[in-house]
């Protein structure tokens, strides 16, 4: 992968401080987007540090997953496997989203069958509650990886 331009050091800067100062939640989801075009690894970084701070919003939350999920599926894995069972149900409802979207794509990608194993662990401990809100994204799930 590429550095990044010198020119984009400065916007990463700021856009760092917008991701993780969250005084607009809109403007924050912007920049953590555009920071992941900017630099990708710093973009990362900075999605874990939102997820693991419990910066921001639940919404704020599972972009931010998202984003760390598309740039590094190590990280996101671990994350599953560190606090997926401490998560906000929303946020637990985005990650079996993105690895069912996944569910295609499994030939040669053994990150993905990861995931989806952390994420089987998860839900075998996760409150009933959280079965009758999550119900539809979990059969999703379980059907794409039966």
Do not use: W
């Not at 020119?7 to 700021?14: I, L, R, T, V």
């Amino acid at each position: 992968m590429a550095a990044p331009k010198l020119e984009n050091f400065g916007n990463a800067e700021a856009l760092v401080v917008s991701c993780l100062d969250v005084d607009d939640f809109e403007e924050a989801s912007r920049s953590l987007l555009e920071l992941k075009k900017v630099d990708k690894k710093l973009a990362g970084n900075v999605a874990l540090r939102i997820l693991r701070g419990r910066i921001g919003d639940v919404f704020y939350h599972a972009l931010a997953f998202e984003v760390l999920y598309s740039l590094s599926m190590q990280d996101a894995v671990a994350y599953i496997e560190s606090d997926g069972c401490t998560e906000s149900a929303y946020v637990l409802g985005a990650m079996m989203d993105v690895v069912t979207e996944d569910a295609g794509a499994l030939t040669g990608r053994d990150e993905i069958l990861k995931a989806v194993s952390a994420l089987k662990r998860v839900l075998e401990v996760r409150t009933r509650e959280d079965d009758r809100s999550l119900a539809m994204k979990k059969a999703r799930f379980e059907d794409a990886y039966r």
